[in-house]
T-cell receptor
Framework: SQQGEEDPQALSIQEGENATMNCSYKTSINNLQWYRQNSGRGLVHLILIRSNEREKHSGRLRVTLDTSKKSSSLLITASRAADTASYFCATGTGTYKYIFGTGTRLKVLA | NAGVTQTPKFQVLKTGQSMTLQCAQDMNHEYMSWYRQDPGMGLRLIHYSVGAGITDQGEVPNGYNVSRSTTEDFPLRLLSAAPSQTSVYFC?????????????FGPGTRLTVL
């Protein structure tokens, strides 16, 4: 069963614009992480937000978490062609396991 | 550091054949895991290990075996391959068992079962 569902499934924007993708989940979590996957490659960790945090920044990335709505958003500001990738949220519900969402495919047009 | 390495990168099997996907990490990580990625499904956890000699099942363990005899290696065995096991397989590791730590992923193995 999928814990995380990303929205939208696909997103196409112009270089320089902001990209926002959302993740909804079903059960209580202790942290939520965002990963990037370039085509044909493994996943790369972007940012982690704990359940007691509401917002976190890392460079051009901004993540928010609303535990009352069981949702998170990832904002990429001033997007670049190199940001073209799939983005996944992963929820940590216990000590050992993450559950990944289905991903958002982002395409940034030069 | 090579990070997390996986071999082979590509593999084609016939139904009923067995094979082992190799995974190794050189970061002295305690926790290792295997995922499969199918179109539109995200990543699903197959098996994981919290240290040498300790393994446990994930979300989709049927048809797969694992063992962890050393900290570095975590092979995944397909016992009798089926077309439903056609997928991309990723191995991952992290420093401790705590889910507060990021995972490091290998480049993946693309498996096709005919």
């Amino acid at each position: 069963s999928q814990q995380g569902e990303e929205d939208p499934q696909a997103l196409s924007i112009q270089e320089g614009e902001n990209a926002t993708m959302n993740c909804s989940y079903k059960t209580s979590i202790n942290n939520l992480q965002w990963y990037r996957q370039n085509s044909g490659r493994g996943l790369v960790h972007l940012i982690l937000i704990r359940s007691n945090e509401r917002e976190k920044h890392s460079g051009r990335l901004r993540v928010t978490l609303d535990t009352s709505k069981k949702s998170s958003s990832l904002l990429i500001t001033a997007s670049r062609a190199a940001d073209t990738a799939s983005y996944f949220c992963a929820t940590g519900t216990g000590t050992y396991k993450y559950i990944f969402g289905t991903g958002t495919r982002l395409k940034v047009l030069a | 550091n090579a990070g997390v390495t996986q071999t082979p990168k590509f593999q084609v099997l016939k139904t009923g054949q067995s094979m082992t996907l190799q995974c190794a990490q050189d970061m002295n990580h305690e926790y290792m895991s295997w995922y499969r990625q199918d179109p539109g499904m995200g990543l699903r956890l197959i098996h994981y290990s919290v240290g040498a000699g300790i393994t446990d099942q994930g979300e989709v363990p049927n048809g797969y075996n694992v063992s962890r005899s050393t900290t570095e290696d975590f092979p995944l065995r397909l016992l009798s391959a089926a077309p439903s096991q056609t997928s991309v397989y990723f191995c991952a590791s992290r420093g401790t068992s705590s889910s507060y730590n990021e995972q490091f992923f290998g480049p993946g193995t693309r498996l096709t079962v005919l």
